[in-house]
C-alpha cells in the first residue's frame, strides 16, 4: 500500500488491514467504509478479498442484509466493514468493470446489458433506450418531480452525455479488470467506471451505485444552480465522493461547505495536514455525538425543492429561518508566547446567502484575558446546514495575515441559548485551555418579522425591510467571488483600446500623399488575421461583462423593488463616528450599495468601450 508517482514508503497490506481491524470501531460502533484504490493484478486481488475476510471476519460485509432497494441505515450496519470499490454493474458506460473467475469466466454484471435492444428499468418495466444505431437515448418524462422551484428537468439536464455505438456496442472496449472473490465482497458502494450524466444516472443507476468526482468538478457543479440542482437530485438516490485534485502536491485540502450543502456524503481531505478545512470537518462532524454520521435535513433526502443558488432570499421547504445574535464577552487563559492583541472573528458558514463574517475590536496588551463585550447578528435561513465558526487571532501576526490564536466549529442546531463557556482548540483540532465566554440567542422565524425589527434601536432602512440586506450581500458576495474576472476582463478592453488607438494615430499621420491618395485606409494597416481576431476579443468581451451587468443589475433592480434607496450622501453621515453596532451595520450596507453601483457603471462603460472598438474593427 503506497501513494503512486510519491516518494511516500510502501506498506504490507496485511499489517494495514490488521491495523485496522484492531481500532474499526474504538471511537464509533457504526460503519467503516473503506475506499480502495485497486492497481493490482487478478492474483493480487485474490488474495486481498482472502486476507480481508480471513482478518475481519465476520465485521466484514460481504452480501447484502436483504432485497430491498434503498440502502441500509448506519443503524443497521452496526459494526460491520463494508468495501467501496469497482463491482460489474452492466455494459451502459464507456468502460466496462469485468470480474473474472481462476477459469477465466467473464462476468460483466446482469443488471443491464447494452447488447440488447431495450434495459430494465426499476419497476421492472422495458424502455427501449438504444436506436438502431447503437446511440442510447434518454426521454424525458416531462414534468414529473420537477418540483416548486420551476427548475425545468430538461434544462437540467441538458448537459448530459451519450453513448454513442462506438463506446456502447463496440467489440473492442476498454476494461478494468477485477477478480471474482474481490468483487464479491463490494457489496453497498460500487464506484462507476466513469460518470456519463445526471440524467444517465437517473435512469440507470440503482442505490448502492456510487460516484467520484474530482475537487475541480464538482466545484464547477456546485456554483452552477442548474447543475447544483441536478447535483442534490442525485444524492437524493445515490452516494457521492468528492476527493482533492491531484495537483495538491502539499497535500492540502478543499473547503468541503460548496459540496456539503448539495448532499455529497463523503468529502474526502487530506487528514494528515492541519489547516481551516480539516478544523471545519472536525466541527461538523461534532453533530450527532460524534460518530461519524450526520443525518441530511429532509430537504436534502425527499422532494426535489431545494435551489438555493437560484434565488437569493432562499429557505428550504420546512425550514425555520432564524437571528442568531451571539455576543462576545471575554476570552481566558489565551495561549501566548510572547505579547498579543487578540481580536475574534466570526464567521457562518452554510449555503451561501447565509455565509457571513464579521469580527470584534482589537485588544491591544490584553493578552491574557481580554473582554469584548460585544454583540453581532447573524440572519440564517438554512440553520440545519449552518455552523457558526469563532477564531480568535492575534493582530500583530504574519504580514497582511493575522496569527492564528485558536478557534471553534459548532454547527447551528447544537448551539444552546444563554450563557456558554466554548473551549478553543489548536490547529491540529486538539482542544487548549483557552475559552470564550459567549451568551445566544436565537429568534426563530422571526428574520422578516416587524416585531422583532423594531426592538433592535436600527435605523429605518433596516427596521422597514430586513429582506434588502440579504439580497446586497447575496450580490457583494458574488461581486467579490467574480472580481478576479472582471478585473481581468476590464484590463482587457483597456487594453486592446490603447493598442488600437495607437496604432490608429500612429498610421494616420502618415505623410505618404501616395498611400492617402490610393484609398488607404486604417484597416489596410491591420494584418486581417490580427483584425480578426481582436474583433473576436471584442466581441467576446462584449458578451463576458454584459453577463456581469445582467447579474449585479438584477441585485439591485430587485434591491429596489423592495425598497428605494435614499441618496447617499443625506444618509451616511461621516462626520462622527457610528454610535453603535447597528449603525456601523447600516453604513457598512450603504457602502456595499454604493459599491456594487459603482461596479455597474464601471462595466457598462467598459460594454461601450469595447462595442465602440468592435464597430471600429468591422467597419
Known amino acids: 500500500v503506497y501513494h503512486g508517482h510519491t516518494l511516500t514508503s510502501k506498506i504490507a497490506f496485511r499489517d494495514v488491514i490488521a491495523c485496522i481491524n484492531e481500532y474499526a470501531f474504538v471511537e464509533s460502533p457504526y460503519p467503516l467504509i473503506l475506499s480502495l484504490e485497486n492497481h493490482c493484478s487478478l492474483a493480487q486481488q485474490k488474495f486481498m478479498a482472502s486476507c480481508m475476510k480471513e482478518t475481519f471476519g465476520a465485521k466484514l460485509l460481504v452480501e447484502a442484509l436483504d432485497d430491498r432497494e434503498m440502502l441500509p441505515s448506519p443503524e443497521e450496519l452496526k459494526h460491520r466493514i463494508l468495501i467501496k470499490c469497482h463491482k460489474p454493474i452492466g455494459r451502459v458506460f464507456s468502460k466496462d468493470i469485468v470480474a473474472v473467475d481462476d477459469n477465466g469466466a467473464k462476468d460483466y454484471g446482469a443488471d443491464y446489458d447494452a447488447s440488447t435492444s431495450s434495459l430494465p428499468l426499476e419497476d421492472g418495466s422495458a424502455l427501449d433506450l438504444l436506436s438502431k444505431d447503437g446511440t442510447l437515448r434518454i426521454e424525458d418524462d416531462g414534468d414529473a418531480g420537477t418540483g416548486a422551484s420551476g427548475i425545468d428537468r430538461t434544462m437540467t439536464m441538458m448537459a448530459t452525455r451519450t453513448l454513442s455505438k462506438t463506446t456502447t456496442l463496440s467489440k473492442k472496449r476498454a476494461e478494468i479488470r477485477l477478480h471474482k472473490d474481490f468483487a464479491d465482497i463490494v457489496v453497498y458502494f460500487a464506484t462507476v467506471p466513469r460518470f456519463e450524466g445526471f440524467e444517465h444516472a437517473r435512469h440507470l443507476f ?9 475537487e475541480a468538478r464538482a466545484m464547477q457543479i456546485c456554483s452552477d444552480p442548474l447543475a447544483a440542482f441536478a447535483l442534490a437530485e442525485y444524492n437524493r438516490r445515490c452516494n457521492s465522493r468528492v476527493f482533492p485534485a491531484g495537483t495538491r502536491v502539499d497535500s492540502s485540502n478543499y473547503n468541503p461547505y460548496p459540496v456539503w ?21 472536525q466541527g461538523k462532524f461534532r453533530e450527532n455525538g460524534g460518530c461519524g454520521y450526520v443525518l441530511k435535513p429532509t430537504y436534502l433526502r425527499t422532494g426535489d425543492d431545494y435551489a438555493p443558488l437560484s434565488d437569493p432570499a432562499f429557505c428550504p421547504p420546512g425550514g425555520k429561518p432564524q437571528v442568531l445574535v451571539v455576543r462576545i464577552l ?15 472573528q466570526l464567521e457562518i458558514l452554510g449555503v451561501p446567502h447565509d455565509c457571513a463574517t464579521q469580527r470584534t475590536a482589537v485588544k491591544h496588551g490584553e493578552g491574557m484575558s481580554p473582554t469584548w463585550d460585544e454583540e453581532f447578528q447573524f440572519p440564517i435561513m438554512a440553520d440545519e446546514l449552518a455552523c457558526m465558526r469563532l477564531v480568535v487571532r492575534d493582530f500583530h501576526g504574519k504580514f497582511l495575515a493575522p496569527g492564528f490564536v485558536g478557534e471553534v466549529t459548532i454547527p447551528v442546531t447544537m448551539l444552546r441559548e444563554g450563557y456558554r463557556l466554548l473551549r478553543l482548540n489548536n490547529s ?25 425589527w423594531e426592538k433592535i434601536p436600527s435605523s429605518p432602512i433596516f427596521a422597514e425591510l430586513p429582506k434588502a440586506n440579504t439580497i446586497v450581500k447575496t450580490g457583494i458576495y458574488e461581486l467579490d467571488q467574480k472580481r478576479g474576472e ?31 491618395g ?33 447579474r449585479f443589475e438584477g441585485y439591485l433592480t430587485t434591491y429596489d423593488e423592495q425598497r428605494e434607496l435614499p441618496p447617499l450622501l443625506k444618509v451616511l453621515d461621516m462626520t462622527t463616528p457610528p454610535s453603535s453596532q447597528t449603525e456601523a451595520w447600516r453604513v457598512s450596507f450603504l457602502l456595499n450599495v454604493a459599491r456594487m453601483k459603482a461596479t455597474v457603471d464601471v462595466i457598462a462603460r467598459c460594454v461601450e468601450a469595447a462595442r465602440v472598438l468592435r464597430e471600429t474593427l468591422s467597419a
Not at 330 to 344: D, E, N, T, W
Request: aromatic fraction near 6%; glycine fraction near 6%.
Open 330 to 344: 471575554a476570552g481566558q487563559h489565551l495561549p501566548r508566547a510572547k505579547l498579543i492583541s487578540p481580536f475574534v
Open 486 to 516: 472582471i478585473n481581468t476582463a476590464v484590463k482587457k478592453v483597456l487594453s486592446l483600446r490603447e493598442k488600437i488607438l495607437s496604432l490608429k494615430d500612429k498610421m494616420m499621420s502618415m505623410t505618404d500623399s501616395r498611400a492617402r
Open 428 to 452: 491540529s483540532a486538539e482542544p487548549l485551555s483557552a475559552t470564550l465566554l459567549v451568551h445566544i440567542r436565537k429568534h426563530v422565524g422571526l428574520e422578516h418579522s416587524n416585531e422583532y
Open 518 to 550: 490610393s484609398g488607404w485606409s486604417f484597416h489596410t494597416a491591420l494584418d486581417e488575421r490580427l483584425r480578426g481576431s481582436q474583433l473576436r476579443q471584442c466581441e467576446s468581451l462584449v458578451v463576458q461583462l454584459d453577463i456581469f451587468r445582467g
Open 261 to 281: 450543502i448539495f448532499g455529497t456524503q463523503m468529502a474526502a481531505l487530506n487528514v494528515q495536514t492541519d489547516g481551516t478545512p480539516m478544523l471545519i470537518n
Open 206 to 214: 440503482k442505490s448502492w451505485h456510487m460516484t467520484s468526482f474530482a
